[in-house]
Each structure stands twice: as C-alpha cells, then as structure tokens.
C-alpha cells in the first residue's frame, strides 16, 4: 500500500533534501527548476533530470533552465512508510542533482545514489 503523503508534505520534504546539499554544491545550481509532478507520463520514473549538465556547458547564454522533476506516486507507491519516502526523497534528489553534475547513472549508484 503507499504511503499516504500529501502534496504539500511531499514538496516539502524535497525542500529539506535541498537544504541538506553543502553548500559548496547548492552554490553552483544555477539555472535550474526543481518540479514535483505526480508521475512521468509514460515511463516508471523516480526523478528525472532535463538540461545541459555543467561539465557540457560551454556558450550557455540564453539557455532555459534545467529542470529536475521528481514523481511523487512512484515514491510513494515503493516506500514502506513515511520515514522510508523521505529517505527515497533525498536519494532522488541527489540522483537528480548529481545528473545537473554531470555524474553518469553508474557512478550515481556505486555512490549509492539510485
């Protein structure tokens, strides 16, 4: 059964995974929108990450901003209880982040990231 989490309570739980981001890290998210949608339209996605990372940035001026989207259902639906989608929040949050990067999907999961 999924966890029951409102939205607001959700979105707010992806605040705190950004505020626990050293700042070293949060200082360089620039140009990029944080989404909570409730699920991919056509695939079974945690997160998503959509932009140029920063490691593929040379003439970016103009560009629009990346956007990071995390689904909601999808968490909700694997998790075992609140405690349990807040981890699932961070860790998706930081997969995510790790894209905007440029840190590959394999890297991310011997980080322990996905």
């Keep these: 059964m999924p966890v029951d989490m409102t939205e607001a ?15 070293e890290l949060a200082r360089h998210m620039d140009n990029v929108v944080i989404l909570v949608e409730d699920q991919h339209p056509t695939e079974d ?7 140029i990372a920063l490691t593929e940035r040379y003439e970016y001026s103009g560009h629009l901003p990346d956007v990071i989207t995390i689904y909601r259902l999808p ?12 981890r699932e929040i961070a860790i998706t949050v930081a997969h995510e982040i790790g894209h905007h990067f440029g840190i590959d999907d ?3 999961h011997q980080l322990g990231f996905g």
């Design 106 to 108: 394999e890297r991310l």
């Design 45 to 51: 996605l945690l997160g998503l990450y959509e932009g």
């Design 9 to 23: 309570d959700f979105e707010n739980a992806v605040g705190d995974a950004l505020d626990t981001l050293p700042h």
């Design 75 to 86: 968490i909700l639906d694997m998790s075992e209880d609140l405690e349990d989608a807040k």
